[in-house]
């Protein structure tokens, strides 16, 4: 098994010991379905703001209510293989809920990353990371970037649905 891909219980105590050596412990979240060029530069964007990446990904379950039917189009596990596979990357957790404020909560994390598409008033977890003292950070390249457009550019037969 794949050491980066952890649960939330296993990962408390691993987060634990790297606050107690000085690590600052920065965390990302998303679906990840059809990674592209945004997710890797939203998660290395991401990366500079700690010592440790941690990455929620969204179950499957969450993200079919999230995106609607036929979401995702990669499983969960596949998803959180890829993930792991990224240098950045340090752990990835999976969860079920819509947000990820429960992990959030639970983790305590110093920097609760989001991309370009948000500003810091907007990020919906926002009220949850300030309650217990942590800060957001707005990261990555601007968001020009979408599954949903790849998965509209294959359907409709573009041959330059990559081309930017």
Request: net charge neutral; glycine share 10%.
């Amino acid at each position: 098994m794949n050491p980066k891909l952890v649960t939330a219980d296993e990962i408390l105590p691993m987060l634990d010991g790297a606050r107690r050596a000085g690590r600052t412990v920065a965390f990302a979240n998303g679906i990840f379905d059809l990674l592209h060029v945004g997710h890797v530069r939203y998660l290395a964007a991401a990366a500079k703001h700690g010592d440790l990446l941690v990455v929620g990904l969204n179950s499957d379950a969450s993200a079919r209510a999230l995106k609607g039917a036929g979401r995702p189009i990669i499983p969960a596990a596949e998803r959180a293989e890829i993930l792991a596979a990224l240098e950045c990357v340090d752990y990835v957790v999976l969860f079920d809920e819509a947000t990820c404020d429960a992990l959030l909560g639970r983790m305590k994390p110093d920097v609760h990353c989001k991309g370009t598409d948000y500003t810091p008033d907007t990020v919906p977890e926002g009220p949850t990371v300030r309650a217990y003292g942590g800060r957001v950070a707005i990261v990555g390249d601007p968001k020009d970037h979408a599954t949903r457009d790849i998965i509209a550019g294959i359907k409709a037969g573009r041959r330059d649905t990559f081309n930017r």
